[in-house]
């Protein structure tokens, strides 16, 4: 899917998640330049972040194989998708404990 996404540019260049070459501090060392020429240029500038933690466990996986749908993301691909959202559920095991 990644190569599909990146073939027909439904990713933005300005993702760093999950993409080679692109990371954290990739995203800061750019965020980091755009803000320096802001300021250099006096340039009001307002930045925030917000954390992303759990945000895959609060999208709808319905809208979330629409929105893959609408991308051109269809057949055994978009079905598997689908299953694998469906009824999903997680446990973590710390020695014998559940």
């Not at 996986?61 to 629409?66: A, G, I, S």
Request: some cysteine; aromatic content about 12%; overall charge positive.
């Amino acid at each position: 899917m990644l190569d599909y996404f990146l073939r027909n540019n439904v990713i933005s260049k300005q993702k760093h998640g999950f993409l080679c070459g692109k990371y954290t501090t990739t995203n800061l060392l750019e965020q980091l330049n755009d803000w320096t020429v802001a300021l250099d240029n006096r340039d009001s500038l307002t930045v925030g972040y917000i954390d992303y933690a759990k945000a895959f466990d609060s999208v709808s996986p319905k809208k979330l194989c629409y929105k893959l749908q609408a991308y051109g993301i269809s057949g055994n691909l978009l079905k598997w998708i689908q299953d694998f959202l469906s009824e999903r559920r997680q446990c973590v095991r710390v020695g014998n404990a559940l």
